[in-house]
């Protein structure tokens, strides 16, 4: 289990703050700072990093360390694969963890899509067409990967376990918003067809799926249409809520796995994305989705 006694909360302050919440709604006694956090975690508690940069994330995750305690985070970890695969090695070498919180898998949309899928109510699902836009905005790098890294988790969430074997990728900037275009080719002759960016404006969460027997669409989130009626709230909110980011943490402390498997494969398959955008070629992955 996640040791909930003590959770130290720091980083971007928009992001702190909807953490902050989530864990008082939780019912755990978190605290947020931008203090120096070394003294106030040695060797207790667990720090929550919600930092956007990618520099002062490796120095809070490095802090973490010296004091001896566990991290909470979302994706990406760092910038690169390899940076990542370093960190999460250095953290289990300490017999520490870094705990990835996973909001979409706790997302309830996409909980009833998947549920549905598994029902049949479809048939078998075909193509994803799915819109992901993080609100950010200073256009970050870290939300920009975060939001491919989403894309691929969709493709996980909806898809496995079927082996990813081309993406094509095109980058694009505009005055509001930085994006990718993607088409993620899988095993089975299923496709994904994806915008996944971050924008200064709105976040933006929404998704289809076809399948040999029918659709199911969303529509930013918050309404759902399907073959035929089926009840689900009425307030289904954006894949970064103080709702689904409850749902995250409550998942995060029944389970004690990091996750490290599929948080490394998520960076890999974002780099290969950053890749084919770069070359203009489809990028062969190799990997397996766990």
């Known amino acids: 289990m996640v040791s909930l006694e003590q959770i130290v909360i720091t980083g971007t302050p928009e992001i702190m703050d909807q953490h902050f919440r989530a864990w008082h709604l939780s019912g755990v006694d978190a ?13 207790k508690g667990t720090l929550d990093v919600c930092e956007k940069n990618f520099g002062r994330r490796r120095k809070l995750f490095n802090s973490a360390l010296k004091a001896g305690v566990s ?66 905005p200073e256009l970050t790098e870290f939300s920009l990967i975060q939001s491919v890294g989403y894309c691929l988790r969709m493709c996980e969430l909806l898809f496995a376990p079927n082996k990813i074997t081309e993406i ?25 067809h994806a915008i996944a960016g971050n924008s200064s404006i709105e976040n933006v969460f929404e998704f289809a799926v076809n399948g ?3 659709m199911l669409s969303t529509n930013e989130g918050k309404t759902l249409e399907l073959p035929s009626n089926v009840e689900f709230p009425d307030n289904l909110k954006s894949t970064m809520s103080v709702e689904v980011l409850c749902a995250a943490f409550a998942a995060l402390s029944r389970n004690q796995t990091t996750k490290k498997q599929s948080s490394v494969l998520a960076q ?23």
């Not at 520490?96 to 549905?116: A, C, F, G, N, W």
């Not at 780099?271 to 770069?278: N, Q």
């Open 212 to 214: 040999t027997g029918g």
């Open 268 to 290: 890999e398959l974002t780099k290969a994305v950053i890749e084919s955008s770069k070359i203009g070629n489809p990028v062969i992955v190799r990997s397996t989705l766990v």
């Open 168 to 192: 094509y990728a095109s980058k694009i900037r505009t005055n509001l918003s930085k994006f990718f275009a993607i088409a993620v080719v899988l095993e089975n002759q299923l496709i994904c």
């Open 31 to 43: 605290i947020k700072t931008r203090a120096k956090i070394t003294s106030v975690l040695m060797n």
């Open 71 to 136: 991290v909470i985070t979302e994706e990406p970890i760092l910038r690169t694969f390899e940076s990542s695969k370093k960190m999460l090695e250095r953290f289990e070498n300490e017999n520490l963890r870094i705990y990835i919180i996973d909001p979409l898998e706790q997302h309830p949309l996409v909980s009833l899509t998947r549920k549905l899928i598994t029902e049949g109510r479809i048939g078998t699902p075909r193509i994803l067409r799915l819109n992901l836009f993080t609100r950010d």
